[in-house]
């Protein structure tokens, strides 16, 4: 057999296998710099040099010498075990002053607010934390330590006997009491029956309350700098999300909150500007109408929209989040803002399945948010009907809830919409209508039976899309609130020599609600005049009504131009303090909330007063 060649050997040096490849590129440079070298030397360096004791003789590349270590240093300085920001107690009093009194104002806006000890607030707030306890009283000093000491003496909140034996004496008196009631409760209650199944609840009621929809409502409060919260014009308090506005106020009090009242040209216009007077101390309150030709406040919405995208000038924009009710119109006033139809909608609740980002302006987004229907034990399942957020065809039994129809709505309107003559009673029984409805539509069914369930949702259709005239009637204004401001006005008009003065009033946004074009005809004493208060921030402007549309769309156009908060608010009697902060730590503080539109005099100012 001939010989053959033996293979090479694989057996190489380290340093061998560990060399890297160069590849020469044209045009680039191949050679090998320091830091290369250097790393090279650390790969193929092997290990260090080690005595029979273990000591190291001669150290690796990628060791580093005891000759090299030298030792460190840190400069002496007062400033290592100093704080690092120092304000005097004057300057914190004055911020707590002037803060607290601005902190849930809804017209004042806290720009930069998480530079500021918002803590000092909330604990301010608490009462546990003020409640001073006696504690020499309480534990003595000479029962607490020394040779007399008790360590397990109870804690009391008396300091003497006397207190000891009212606190005792108080305490029988409420339990006897307690025990009266008890008694008597249990012998005027009737006899309790004893409940072996639990009460059954249709699903179509527990729409709008499923974890997805909160989920995608706390995904917009989240994203959202302002939230405008849309209410239905024809009950406000009732579509009014209170929870979710305790919610904002406790975990999101950074955001800003507007009321916007939908659907006004349901309602008449006294009623509208009731509403909007009751409901402006808490929030900025805008009256809105959504149409696609004629709408209302769509000017005004989006001149205030502009003005909070200035307050955030430090933002790259600003994002707008719409919750509310399901059937409120919050897809319906994002497509009138943007003058085409950007979102679905329908006369009917919850079009609207996921959250959706529409951009309205450069620096503003808009975010629809599907409509929500907070859980309240006062709420029954007829007057979750009757609110709009239920699909009428997915009821199970809607002839149920006409009864509490009937009794919302005049006899008139209903004979006037559906053509049936008034009773010689005055009004209709639940039967009574739907037999004589359904007739009159042809509903029947098998045998001549008149079809109530199809005549009840033909009704509660009728309803929800708002051709039943129907509004629940504001809150009265209080006699108590009306002799404060005469006696207010009277005073001023006093202290100032004049024969008439004006009560500062709370600012608002100024609408003409005159030209809202009314969609329902309402008779006797439904139809009033609007009151003098309330046409006094109309009658600046009378003729902005009719070009409301126009002005909304110049406003979009024209978003570079500077806007203040006056032309948004209707400025009240703000004292503004005369001189600036002495220090430099409370000019830094009262840097942080400032007035939009800047000068001295609003430098000076602790808060952005509108």
């Known amino acids: 057999m001939a010989p053959t060649k033996k293979s090479s050997s694989f057996s190489k040096t380290r340093s061998s296998v560990s060399q890297v490849s160069l590849q020469k590129v ?54 290592w075990f100093g704080n690092t920001r120092v304000i005097s107690q004057t300057a914190l009093d004055h911020f707590r002053t002037s803060l607290q009194t601005k902190q849930h104002d809804p017209y004042s806006v806290l ?93 179509i009621y527990a729409k709008g309350t499923s974890r997805r929809i909160y989920g995608e409502l706390y995904k917009v409060i989240d994203s959202s700098d302002v939230l405008l919260h849309v209410l239905d014009a024809r009950d406000p308090l009732g579509t009014l999300c209170e929870s979710v506005l305790e919610y904002i106020r406790k975990e999101k009090a950074h955001k800003q909150v507007v009321l916007v009242i939908n659907k006004c040209d349901l309602v008449p216009n006294w009623v509208t500007a009731r509403y909007i007077q009751h409901l402006t101390p808490r929030y900025p309150t805008i ?50 803002l943007k003058s085409g139809k950007v979102c679905r909608v329908a006369p009917v609740p919850g079009e609207t399945k996921v959250w959706q980002y529409i951009t309205l302006t450069r620096r503003i987004y808009l975010i629809d948010c599907p409509g929500i229907v907070p859980t309240s034990a006062h709420d029954s399942q007829t007057a979750t009907v009757l609110k709009g957020v239920l699909r009428v065809e997915a009821l199970p039994t809607p002839s149920e809830h006409i009864a509490e129809l009937l009794t919302r709505v005049k006899p008139l309107y209903l ?52 051709r039943i005239p129907f509004f629940v009637a504001p809150p009265e204004r209080p006699a108590e609130l009306n002799e404060l401001e005469a006696k207010e006005r009277a005073r001023l008009a006093k202290s100032k020599g004049r024969e008439r003065a004006e009560v500062p009033r709370v600012p608002g946004v100024k609408q003409n609600l005159g030209s809202i074009m009314q969609k329902n005809t309402f008779v006797g004493e439904d139809v009033r005049p609007l009151d003098a208060i309330e046409l006094e921030g109309e009658s600046e402007d009378e003729g902005e009504g009719e070009d409301e549309d126009a002005a909304g769309d110049d406003a979009v156009e024209d978003e570079d131009v500077l806007l203040t908060w006056g032309d948004v608010f209707v400025e009240a009697d703000v004292a503004v303090p005369a001189e600036t902060a002495g220090s430099d730590e409370e000019e830094e503080w009262l840097g942080i909330i400032s007035h939009p539109e800047g000068g001295e005099q609003n430098r000076a100012c602790s808060s952005s007063s509108c």
């Open 26 to 79: 044209k045009g680039e440079n191949f050679y090998r710099n320091a830091k290369q070298v250097k790393r090279l030397k650390m790969l193929t360096g092997g290990k260090a040099v080690r005595d029979r004791d273990g000591k190291i003789i001669e150290a690796a590349a990628f060791q580093k010498g005891e000759d090299e270590a030298t030792p460190g240093r840190v400069q002496p300085d007062r400033r």
């Open 111 to 203: 720009l930069r607010r998480n530079k500021l000890p918002m803590q000092l607030l909330d604990d301010a707030r608490n009462p546990n934390l003020h409640k001073r306890s006696h504690i020499v009283e309480i534990e003595p000093f000479a029962g607490t330590f020394g040779p007399k000491a008790q360590r397990k003496r109870p804690r009391i909140d008396v300091g003497t006997f006397e207190e000891l034996g009212k606190l005792g004496a108080t305490a029988a008196e409420e339990a006897a009491q307690a025990k009266v009631i008890s008694e008597l409760a249990e012998a005027t209650a009737p006899p309790a029956m004893e409940q072996t199944h639990a009460d059954y609840i249709e699903p």
């Open 287 to 336: 009256a809105f109408h959504a149409s696609p030709n004629h709408s209302f406040g769509k000017g005004s919405l989006i001149q205030l929209l502009r003005q909070f995208s200035q307050l955030h000038s430090d933002k790259k924009q600003i994002s707008v989040g719409f919750i509310g009710y399901p059937n409120v119109g919050k897809s319906s006033v994002i497509n009138t």
């Open 415 to 466: 004979s006037r919409t559906y053509g049936q003559p008034v009773p010689e009673m005055g009004s209709w029984s639940a039967d009574d209508f739907l037999d004589a409805l359904a007739r009159a539509k042809g509903r029947l069914l098998k045998g001549g039976e008149p079809d109530v369930e199809g005549a009840a949702k033909i009704v509660l259709s009728d309803w929800v899309r708002g």
